[in-house]
């Protein structure tokens, strides 16, 4: 009887340790490409562009990994990324020097997760928010300064979801668009 309750006390114990056992995603990361994101994106006449940027963040130029929100480590991991970049729009039109239009950015689409064939598992994990929103005025010629925050809020649900994303490229496409104007 004796052994059988050790055997009992044994299976319940390993129970409890595997059952108890995060699959510690912080421990990996979601790792970037070995340059910062950044640069500038030029819009011809009243045309879509789509610009496919690496989440990365460098830190005294050291890549810094990203992590679930409340794993981040000073210095060593990340749970925000921020994006700069400038746009300019460079109508070839006669007369279009100076005017103004609006500039929407729209299909903020998170790519890179060789697992992941669907936008909603992206959106489980990680959010895109432009500051300023998605629209804005842009001047012809003019250089606008835009910044997007991509957060790694959650962690992942289960360990196949954290086996896809753990050491993947994570990216992000963004569609720019500048409104037709009529110049007369």
């Known amino acids: 009887m004796n052994k059988r309750g050790l055997v009992i006390g044994l299976l319940v114990m390993l129970a409890v340790i595997t059952s108890g056992f995060t699959y510690a995603f912080w421990a990996n990361s979601v790792e970037g490409g070995t340059s910062t994101v950044g640069g500038s994106i030029v819009i011809g006449e009243g045309k879509d562009v789509t610009t496919t940027f ?3 963040n460098e830190d005294n130029n050291t890549l810094l990994p990203m992590v679930p929100t409340g794993y981040q480590v000073a210095l060593e991991s990340t749970n925000v990324v921020v994006l700069n970049f400038t746009v300019e729009w460079d109508a070839e039109q006669a007369g279009a020097d100076g005017v103004q239009s609006t500039l929407t950015l729209s299909a903020l689409t998170f790519g890179g997760v060789a697992g992941f064939s669907e936008q909603t598992e992206y959106t489980a994990l990680f959010s895109a928010v432009v ?3 998605l629209t804005h005025t842009i001047t012809e010629g003019v250089p606008l300064e835009l910044e997007v925050t991509v957060t790694f ?6 360990q196949g979801i954290y ?5 993947a490229t994570l990216t992000l496409d963004i569609t720019f668009t500048v409104a037709e104007i009529l110049v007369p």
């Open 54 to 56: 690496v989440v990365t």
């Open 153 to 158: 809020y959650a962690e992942p649900a289960n």
């Open 131 to 133: 500051t300023g929103g």
């Open 163 to 167: 086996e896809d994303v753990a050491n």
